[in-house]
């Protein structure tokens, strides 16, 4: 396997002598010819430009950030996978869709998906990624206010999908299957995708969430192609230790959506939905506007002025 | 054993001290006044590890429907908390719907607060070995196991007996001070008075 984090890996450990040098090293013969290193420094600093720009989470919608240093390496994985391909993100508040347009457009990656959209019900996630794209110039990169309960229409067709979403701890994993199911429909259950979920040898729920999305994709005509364990740790006060997994999803060929997308409604479906006793109520987290966005906002600080002599 | 720790019983624990500049004797004292005269009192804390919305109210309402109290299970430390003694104008249970917090509460310093009375002293060891968080993503993890580094506090099951394991600490913990969560059993907090 051309396994991204064993090449990542490599490439770091051998850049640390010299972090700003981008040195031409021969092609090893197990990476693809075209791909080249990754300049560590710049991949870091990158989606550090992504971290700073990305919207402060909101826990009651179970939405918690993954640790930068496996953004890093998970943004260049999924570069990988999704490379030259049209890939929508259903959900994005890590924004990992963003640090991989940017890492391709800052020429940190040579390869990378040919189109991203990212399908969120957070103006805030949405505003920030057309926001950073305008900025830098990312023409493949766009977002849409889509609350995931209501049926999917991706436009033009993706080729695959990526999801991060609530790891339905409490609902056996029926928020996971929402997320995916929209995914699914986003590719015209032709395509392939990745769900970042928890996973965790000691804890109960996590193995049978993991069991349930299986048995949910291979009911929609999806196989697990595979799994890539306890990689990402997340911003978590209450589960420090808890990582999560890439689940990779491929459709059997020949597969065909079973029904025509819909909204969910339900409530079996909705119930715990972001945590115990934690039904969907929101349909769309709204922005408000503000003119110092990306800079400290006026009232966290006050200004205490220098004496000047003579008054 | 006794009538607060035993088996399916449901407890927050919570290590406190000095808290926005306060010691420990001068809150208790004050949230003794507020509880009397006010019929209940807000005890603040910060953090995300007992989330009001998402952690302790579904949490304290599941074992609210068995017929059980949550109790508060306070274990004393030495700890410095230099944030700003600011006292909260209103609170919410759910974040949407707010009201103004009684004149005769303060709650200095906090994002959240857990709604108490019968605040009292009481001793007594809480193996941690015994229980289990039951809610959120640490959901099955040992209390043992998930109280350590900055995790200082939780929503816990009493388990039937303790793990048996090689371990060299078994996580016994003095509990000093006791209360009684009363519903909406923790709320946001917001503003300034």
């Known amino acids: ?36 290193r990754v300049d560590l420094r710049k991949a ?84 920030a990624v057309m926001n950073f794209a305008d900025r830098e110039r990312i023409t493949n990169l766009d977002a849409q206010l889509y609350n995931v309960l209501d049926a999917m229409d991706p436009g033009e067709r993706f080729d695959c999908f990526y999801t991060n979403p609530p790891w339905g701890a409490s609902n ?40 349930s999305v299986q048995q949910f994709s ?6 697990v192609s595979r799994m890539q364990r306890k990689l990402h740790e997340y911003h978590l006060d209450d589960a420090p230790g808890l990582k999560s997994c890439n689940l990779y999803l491929a459709a059997l060929p020949g597969n065909k959506a079973s029904r025509q997308s819909g909204a969910i409604t339900d409530p079996r479906r909705l119930e715990n939905f972001y945590g115990l006793s934690q039904e969907p109520r929101v349909r769309y987290v709204r922005a408000r506007r503000r003119l110092d966005y990306g800079v400290a906002h006026e009232d966290e600080y006050e200004l205490e002025f220098l004496e000047v002599s003579g008054e | 054993m006794n009538e607060i720790f035993r ?35 807000m005890w603040g ?22 017929g059980q109290t949550i109790h508060l299970c306070m274990e004393q430390m030495l700890s410095n908390h230099f944030a700003e003694p600011l006292c909260a104008a209103e609170y919410s249970a759910d974040g949407m719907t707010w009201h103004e917090i009684p004149e005769t509460i303060r709650v200095l310093g906090s994002r959240y607060a857990l709604v108490i009375d019968q605040l009292r002293e009481e001793r007594f060891i809480l193996p941690l070995n015994q229980t289990r968080v039951p809610i959120g993503p640490s959901m099955g993890r040992l209390g043992s196991r998930y109280i350590q580094g900055r995790v200082d ?15 060299a600490d078994q996580r016994e913990i003095e509990i000093n001070l006791v209360a009684t969560l009363q519903a909406p059993y923790a709320v946001f907090l917001r503003g300034q008075r």
């Open chain 1, 44 to 127: 870091i600093n990158a989606v550090s430009d992504v971290v700073q720009n990305r919207p402060r989470p909101l826990r009651i919608f179970d939405q918690i950030h993954m640790k930068t240093g496996d953004m890093v390496l998970q943004s260049e994985m999924i570069a990988d996978w999704a490379d030259q391909k049209r890939l929508a993100f259903i959900g994005d508040g890590d924004a990992i869709s963003v640090c991989v347009a940017y890492l391709r457009a800052r020429d940190v990656l040579n390869f990378g998906p040919s189109h991203i959209t990212v399908f969120d019900f957070d103006e805030r996630t949405v505003e």
């Open chain 2, 7 to 41: 088996p399916n019983a449901g407890l927050l624990f919570m290590k406190i001290g000095t808290h926005a500049r306060e010691d420990l004797k001068a809150i208790i004292a004050r949230k003794t006044e507020e509880i009397r005269s006010t019929g209940f009192g």
């Open chain 1, 172 to 211: 056996n994993g029926e928020s996971v299957n929402v997320f995916v199911e929209r995914g699914m429909e986003a590719t015209g259950h032709t395509g392939e995708g990745v769900v970042v979920i928890a996973d965790d040898d000691e804890l109960e729920w996590p193995k049978r969430v993991l069991a």
């Open chain 1, 218 to 223: 291979a009911r929609e005509g999806f196989y």
């Open chain 1, 1 to 36: 396997m051309n396994g991204p984090i064993g090449w990542i890996s490599k490439v770091t450990r051998r850049v640390i002598p010299s972090p700003t040098a981008v040195q031409p090293v021969p092609q090893q013969s197990t990476l693809p010819a075209e791909r080249r």
């Open chain 2, 45 to 66: 804390y910060g953090g995300n590890t007992c989330h009001p919305s998402s952690m302790v109210q579904p949490f304290a309402k599941s074992f609210e429907q068995r």
């Open chain 2, 153 to 167: 506090k939780a929503c816990l099951e009493v388990l039937e007996a303790p793990e048996l394991t090689n371990a």
